[in-house]
């Protein structure tokens, strides 16, 4: 196929928190570039994953999640990355949860313009569909809205019917060269992907409300002797959540670090040294000063 027939395309991935977007650009890129949790308000950045198809090559977007009622300035940050990335792509996937279909995802679809031939619905999590009779009715009421120009029912985690979502997002593709590498598969560092992987391994083994609590600094990341030396540096915004983090005996931070390093090993194909410490930084979630500092883009979110 010649150059002029070549496309290329931005893709959105946007929704409430916890519709699974992050599971989805991961099953869909074939790899994982995005952390998960069953916690929401899990993705904090917006991250490039790529995959390309033949002549085809298909740039997303994964971003936080909407969410109300929530003052602090990191808050206000992610809202504002989730809803600029409505704006300027090629095509938008937005996601919801079964049946699940809100006064907020009403709300959102307000930005959603009329007739819009490039938008797509998914309805994730279809596996957990009680009454499955019930899902072509519904397809047909949020049809009504005219906001979509085709709504696909999958699963990503069980992997089904991810195939139809890939090929409607190819057909929406405008022309245009590629911007990456065919074999690149995220447009970020080997260093920010480590910091992801160990705040995922803290989310999963500490409450409910500390995840939101916790941010993760690498401050080494290097190889020597064919072992990747990384240390990192979890900061917390209270003495009590410190404590948590370490557990009795240091038994939750050494539970945290293994399986990161387990993680970071498969992803790196190379043997891991991860060194992790616990600072406490007082109010980072709510200091927009401290945010720009551990990484937060605050100038381009808005």
Known sequence: MSQQYKKSGYISIVGKTNVGKSTLLNEILGQKISITSRKPQTTRHRLLGIKTVKESQMIFIDTPGFHKDHKRALNKYMNK???????????????????????????????????????????NKIDKINQKEDLLPFIET???????????????????????????????????????????????????????????????????????RISVSIDKFKEEDKITHIDATLFVEKKSQKGMLIGSSGTKLKSIGTAARLELEEFLATKVMLNLWVKVKQGWTDDEAMLTTMGYDLGKSS
């Open 142 to 212: 949020i049809s009504k809205l005219n906001k979509f120009a085709d709504i696909i029912p999958l699963s990503a985690l069980k992997k089904q019917n991810l195939t139809a979502l890939v090929d409607s997002i190819l057909l929406k593709l405008p022309e245009g060269d590629h911007a990456y590498p065919t074999d690149q598969v995220a447009d970020v560092s080997e260093r920010f992907i480590a910091s992801e992987i160990i705040r995922e391994k803290c989310i999963t083994r500490v409450g409910d409300e500390l995840p939101y």
């Open 81 to 123: 990355v989730a809803s600029s990335a409505m704006k300027g792509v090629d095509v938008l996937v937005y996601v919801i949860e079964s049946l699940a279909w809100t006064e907020e995802d009403k709300e959102l679809m307000d930005q959603i313009p009329d007739g819009n031939k490039t938008s797509i619905l998914v309805i």
